[in-house]
């Protein structure tokens, strides 16, 4: 399984942006779809974007359309995040694909990173 390790979490204010990275160990990264997810206190595990391995088909979940962007090159996938909000306060962790295309289920995925800290303050 390929390894990724996340980066780029911090603390920011309400209205504020982060960037963050995910860079992958492996050079297969490339045929995978590549996932974002999050996870706040108490709550489940939920899909915040996914990209496919070429780049070419985006999906992201309705609470942060607009605001976040997915972007890859071919060792590392980001999230671009604006307008944050105290809601988004949470881990947030990458994921690889098994296939070169994926719309967000978890079990479309194999391989996670540890997660990323980002608190949104009010």
């Known amino acids: 399984q390929v390894q990724l390790v996340e980066s780029g979490g911090g603390l920011v204010q309400a209205g504020g942006s982060l960037r963050l990275s995910c860079a992958a160990s492996?050079?297969?990264?490339?045929?995978?779809?590549m996932g974002w997810f999050r996870q706040a206190p108490g709550k489940e595990r939920e899909f915040v974007a996914v990209?496919?391995?070429?780049?070419?088909i985006k999906y992201y979940a309705d609470s942060v359309k607009g605001r976040f962007t997915i972007s890859r090159d071919k060792i590392t996938v980001y999230l671009q995040m604006t307008s944050l909000k105290p809601e988004d306060t949470a881990v947030y962790s990458c994921?690889?694909?098994?296939?070169?295309?994926?719309?967000?289920?978890?079990?479309?995925?194999?391989?996670w990173g540890q997660g990323t800290q980002v608190t949104v303050s009010a």
């Open positions: 990209i496919s391995a070429n780049g070419g």
């Open positions: 492996d050079r297969t990264f490339s045929d995978s779809a």
């Open positions: 994921a690889a694909g098994t296939r070169w295309y994926a719309e967000g289920h978890e079990s479309d995925f194999a391989s």
